[in-house]
């Protein structure tokens, strides 16, 4: 995805994981807040960087940066995200789905927010509208659950011969209705028959796939939720012990050995946040700037996988995948 294309602009100590470097007096503080860990987020962190240096910002030069990570424990992020606030945070990021960004919104109504999100900050109430976000936040909207139903008819295209699809959801995020009845409409329009199986901790995932195998579920989808991003590599080994074609919110679940994906560049998207952190510091207020959301989407497909499942991609997604991984 060239960046050009995604730029479009639509209108006591506590034992929590954490990386934090200390503030360096005079450089103005941006936090990080993430549902995520470090080690999830190593190229798209490296991406946000690069945002604020467009900007010309550079952490220790001019500016100091202080990560929060979560790990996956929502329920951390209120605290952490009050204590960048007392920090005197000039601008909070919050990244790995909607909590952090909800809990960010809750422990400040004045320090500025950029967020990234799944979905429509609008009816989430993040933001008033999208060209006019009014408040302290603006930010990045993936629209990663509009393109749920894409996914299904990849599926149908890649796994012609199954009958009954599986969609895997975390009950817990704000969407999941939304993404059940968006899958099940999608499901129908291509004639197969749908089960949405909820899974929010390992317990579940160990399940969901156990119900696979019992069910003779012929693929599944994955939909965008942060929980899975960082349980990735659990569930593509899940995927390939049980020979399940699977396709997926993120290519980096096709480059680590999932079947395929079809979404953003995420890297993209963390330029963006850190392009307008800077914009912020420069003194621009969040009220002004505009959500963006991606302009462009790319197919990753993973041949080698393919390969293992047995199944033979057909020519026609070949030839519009943006990359191919052999």
Do not use: C
């Not at 190229?43 to 010309?56: H, N």
């Not at 499901?187 to 003779?216: C, P, T, Y």
């Not at 989808?221 to 569930?235: G, H, K, N, S, W």
């Amino acid at each position: 995805m060239r960046r050009r294309e995604f730029i479009a602009a639509v209108g006591g100590a506590v034992s929590w994981p954490l990386v934090a470097h200390a503030q360096q007096p005079g450089l103005p503080l941006v936090g990080f807040l993430s549902s995520l860990s470090s080690a999830a987020l190593t190229g798209p962190v490296a991406a946000f960087r690069q945002g604020m240096g467009s900007l010309g910002y550079e952490e220790g030069k001019n500016v100091a940066i202080e990560f929060r990570w979560a790990e996956g424990h929502y329920d951390r992020l209120p605290a952490l995200a009050t204590e960048l606030v007392q920090k005197q945070a000039a601008v909070i990021v919050t990244v790995g789905g909607d909590p952090p960004a909800f809990a960010a919104k809750a422990a400040s109504t004045t320090t500025p927010i950029v967020f990234m999100v799944g979905q429509d900050p609008v009816k989430l109430g993040l933001v008033t509208s999208l060209n006019r976000p009014g408040g302290n936040a603006t930010g990045v909207n993936l629209l990663l659950s509009e393109t749920e139903s894409k996914r299904v008819d990849l599926l149908r295209e890649l796994a012609p011969g199954a009958s009954v699809f599986a969609a895997v959801i975390n009950p817990k995020n704000a969407d999941a209705e939304v993404q059940s009845n968006a899958l099940r409409s999608a499901a129908h329009n291509v004639g197969r028959q749908i089960e949405i199986i909820n899974a929010s901790d390992d317990d579940d995932l160990e399940n969901a796939f156990n119900h696979f195998a019992n069910d003779k579920i012929g693929g599944f989808i994955l939909t965008a939720d942060p929980f899975f991003v960082y349980r990735r590599e659990q569930i593509i080994s899940a995927a390939a012990a049980h020979q399940v074609p699977a396709v997926y919110f993120l290519r980096e679940f096709a480059e680590s050995g999932g079947l395929a994906s079809y979404g953003i560049r995420l890297a993209d998207a963390y330029w963006q946040a850190g392009a307008y952190v800077g914009k912020i510091l420069g003194g621009t207020q969040p009220a002004d700037l505009p959500v963006v959301q991606p302009t462009k989407f790319e197919l990753v497909i993973n041949l080698k996988t393919a390969k293992a499942l047995g199944l033979a991609v057909p020519p026609s997604l070949l030839a519009i995948a943006d990359e191919v991984i052999e």
